[in-house]
C-alpha cells in the first residue's frame, strides 16, 4: 500500500514557526508527536527540569534491531531581530533558500529524519523497531535533554543498537563529512590569592599576577599530546585573565584566570585535571601565591571506529549526492557525547555554514537530499 511522503521541507517551515528558543517548547515537541503518533510510533513526552522531550518508537524490541536518530528542537536566541533579512520565525524561502532560526541547527535535521522514518515504516515495515529520541535542551546546558531521555529509556527497558545524530556536519558542500567521534571539552577557572599591598612597596605585598601569568604561560606553552588516529592534537586555550583592578598604585589581592581545553581519546578530564593541579601546585611552591581550581567537564572524548554504521551511512551519502563522506573528529560538542554511553553513535546532517548567525538558513533542496539519505540508511540497515 502506497502513502503519500511525508515532506520534510513543509515540516521543516513548520517548526521554525515555533519559537523554540531553549528552554521553551514553543510547540515544536508537540508538532512532532502529534506527526508520529499518527504514523503509528508510540511516543512518550519525558519532562525534566522545565524541558520538553520526546521518545518515539515503532515497532517492538524483542529480538530485532533497533536503529535511533537523535536531534534537538530548540535553538539559539535571535539577537537583534532588526538584523535579519527575513523573520527569524516566518520560515520565508527566497530562491530555493529557506530562512529562520533553527533552519539550519536543526530543525531541518529533525524534520528528515522524522520525514524518512514515517515513510519507512508506512511503506517498509521493518523487523525491529525505530526510535527517535528528539530534545528541547540541546543548546543549553544538556542536563535535562537527551540525557533525560536516555535516563527514562534505561529506566523503561528501551533502547537503541545504533543511532544517528542529524546535527550539521558538512563544512561547505552536501554530503562531505561525517563524524564518528567528537573530542573533549572542560574548562578550569582559576582563582590565585596573595597579599594586597600599596604599587610603592611591593616586598610587603604578594602579587598574584606574575604567579597567574607564569602559570597561564606553561599550560599554553605546554604540547600535551601530537594527536591520535582518528584526533587531531588536544588544544589548550587561555581565555581571560582577570582583576578587576581599577588602581594603579595598588597591588591586587587576587587574579583569576580561565582556560579551556579540547582533548581527544589519549587524554581524560581526570587525567587533565590531575596535570592542571600539579602546575597550579608548582608555580604556588615557587611564588608562594595559592591556587583554587574548578573543573567544569562539557563532555568527554570518544570514537565510534569505522565499520558497519559509518559504512552505512557513507553509501548512503554516495547514492544521493556523489560524494563520499569523509570521517571525522572536528568541532564541538553535540548531545553524541550522551548517546556514545548507550550505543554506537555516529553524526551526519547538512551543511553547517550559518548556524547560531543572523539570517539562519537552508537550501531546500538539501533538505529533500538529507531525508533521502536518511531513508537511505534505514533500508540498507533493515534489509
Not at 89 to 112: E, I, L, N, P, Q
Not at 118 to 123: E, S
Not at 137 to 151: M, N, V
Not at 371 to 378: D, F, P, Q, V
Request: charged share 20%; proline share 5%.
Amino acid at each position: 500500500m502506497s502513502h503519500t511522503p511525508c515532506d520534510a521541507v513543509a515540516l521543516t517551515a513548520d517548526l521554525i514557526r515555533c519559537p523554540s528558543v531553549t528552554p521553551e517548547e514553543g510547540g515544536a515537541i508537540t508538532l512532532l508527536q502529534r506527526l508520529l503518533e499518527q504514523a503509528g510510533f508510540t511516543c512518550t513526552r519525558i519532562e525534566r527540569g522545565g524541558i520538553s522531550n520526546l521518545h518515539a518508537r515503532w515497532g517492538t524490541q524483542g529480538n530485532g534491531r533497533v536503529f535511533g536518530f537523535n536531534g534537538h528542537t530548540d535553538v539559539v536566541p535571535v539577537g537583534n531581530r532588526a538584523d535579519w533579512t527575513h523573520d527569524p520565525f516566518g520560515a520565508a524561502v527566497v530562491d530555493g533558500v529557506m530562512y529562520g532560526r533553527g533552519a539550519c541547527d536543526m530543525k531541518s535535521g529533525v524534520a528528515a529524519f522524522a520525514a524518512a522514518a514515517v515513510d519507512f515504516v508506512r511503506d517498509t515495515p521493518p523487523e525491529g523497531a525505530v526510535v527517535l529520541t528528539i530534545t528541547g535542551d540541546e543548546e543549553g546546558d544538556g542536563i535535562d535533554g537527551t540525557s533525560a531521555i536516555l535516563d527514562w529509556m534505561g529506566e523503561n527497558g528501551e533502547r537503541m543498537d545504533h543511532c544517528l545524530v542529524g546535527e550539521p556536519t558538512c563544512p561547505d558542500t552536501m554530503g562531505e563529512m561525517m563524524k564518528i567521534g567528537r573530542r573533549g571539552s572542560m574548562t578550569a577557572y582559576f582563582t590565585a590569592t596573595g597579599v594586597q599591598g600599596h604599587a610603592a612597596y611591593p616586598h610587603r605585598a604578594k602579587n598574584p599576577l606574575p604567579a597567574m601569568a607564569r602559570l597561564m604561560d606553561r599550560l599554553a606553552s605546554h604540547e600535551i599530546d601530537a594527536g591520535t588516529e582518528h584526533f587531531d592534537a588536544s588544544t589548550l586555550a587561555v581565555t581571560t585573565i582577570d582583576t578587576g583592578n581599577p588602581a594603579n598604585n595598588v597591588i591586587p589581592g587576587t587574579c583569576r584566570a580561565t582556560v579551556n581545553i579540547r582533548f581527544n581519546d589519549a587524554q581524560t578530564s581526570d587525567k587533565l585535571d590531575a596535570w592542571l593541579r600539579e602546575e597550579a601546585d608548582r608555580v604556588s611552591g615557587e611564588t608562594g601565591v595559592t591556587f583554587d581550581m574548578t573543573l567544569k567537564v562539557s563532555g568527554e572524548s570518544f570514537i565510534t571506529p569505522p565499520g558497519p554504521l559509518s559504512d552505512a551511512i557513507g553509501r548512503a551519502v554516495k547514492a544521493e549526492t556523489g560524494i563520499d563522506p569523509v570521517l571525522s573528529t572536528t568541532g564541538g560538542t553535540s548531545d553524541a557525547r550522551f548517546v556514545k554511553a548507550h550505543c554506537p553513535v555516529v553524526e551526519f546532517g547538512l551543511v553547517g555554514r550559518t548556524m547560531h548567525q543572523v539570517d539562519e538558513c537552508v537550501e531546500v533542496e538539501h533538505i529533500r537530499q538529507l531525508k533521502a539519505i536518511y531513508g537511505r540508511i534505514l533500508r540498507d540497515y533493515f534489509a
